[in-house]
């Protein structure tokens, strides 16, 4: 007997912090697409970053749903590129936007399995029986000094450059996103946030809350107060996926 198809159900939180003026992250989330996009750059540009990925988004989601098809990594790569061409058009038409960019940690649901497409920092988990693995690989120096042998995991937490990306979407140059595809199994669950969240919490508080509150509403909105209990120093966004048969 074949097994029935998965299902996905999720929930959204994204909150200001306590120490920044204006929310500079974007989230997407539909049956077929869920994104977190962190910007950077300054007052207001971070913002425009940020929306203008999720633009190309939420044009790819309204593209599938028109079309009844699914995103694979190659409609992703054409997404992150398309997020791409409309940062460098915002700049060209806006000079003042000149050095802004955004993360983009992407997940397409195909009714069997999670495709994702990932630039930055901000960060995709998977729960699974209890463990939780962080799926996605930052683009930072500090994690390419990690990967290096150069510095310990334990000593990267706080190292004073770990925010600073070696890669991002930007107003100039094409995005070099990853692109990969992930065992995806019923009740896996999937965490999906900007570095507002990931930076403050630590693996065993995130695995504690995703263990232990099993709606995804109250589960993003006890890591939001997560993050804000540690000091909030940056824009909290995040998305929780619970799959299911």
């Not at 690989?137 to 925010?163: C, K, M, N, Y």
């Not at 669950?189 to 969240?197: A, E, F, K, T």
Request: aromatic fraction near 2%; hydrophobic fraction near 40%.
């Amino acid at each position: 007997m074949e097994p029935g198809p998965l299902t996905i159900s999720y929930a959204v939180a994204s909150d200001v912090g306590q120490r920044r003026e204006a929310n500079e992250d974007s989230v997407y989330t539909s049956p077929r697409l869920l994104a977190v996009a962190d910007g950077m750059g300054g007052h207001v540009a971070g913002e425009v970053a940020s929306s203008g990925a999720v633009a190309a988004i939420a044009a790819l989601d309204e593209r599938l749903e028109a079309e009844s098809a699914k995103a694979g990594v190659e409609a992703l790569a054409e997404a992150v590129s398309d997020a791409g061409r409309r940062l460098r058009a915002l700049v060209e038409e806006d000079s003042r936007l000149q050095g802004m960019g955004t993360t983009l940690t992407v997940l397409a649901w195909d009714g069997a399995s999670f495709a994702v497409a990932h630039v930055g920092d901000s960060r995709a988990y998977r729960l699974r029986e209890g463990e939780l693995v962080q799926v996605t690989r930052d683009h930072t120096v500090v994690q390419e000094l990690v990967d290096q042998g150069r510095i310990s995991p334990e000593l990267a937490v706080s190292h004073p450059q770990r925010s600073v990306l070696t890669r991002a979407l930007q107003g100039a140059g094409e995005p070099e996103p990853d692109l990969f595809v992930l065992d995806t199994r019923a009740g896996d669950r999937y965490l999906i946030c900007s570095d507002g969240l990931s930076d403050v919490a630590t693996p065993e508080q995130l695995t504690e809350v995703l263990t232990t509150v099993p709606d995804p509403e109250e589960a993003v909105q006890k890591l939001v107060e997560l993050a804000n209990a540690g000091g909030g120093p940056d824009n909290i966004s995040c998305i929780v996926a619970d799959v299911a048969a």
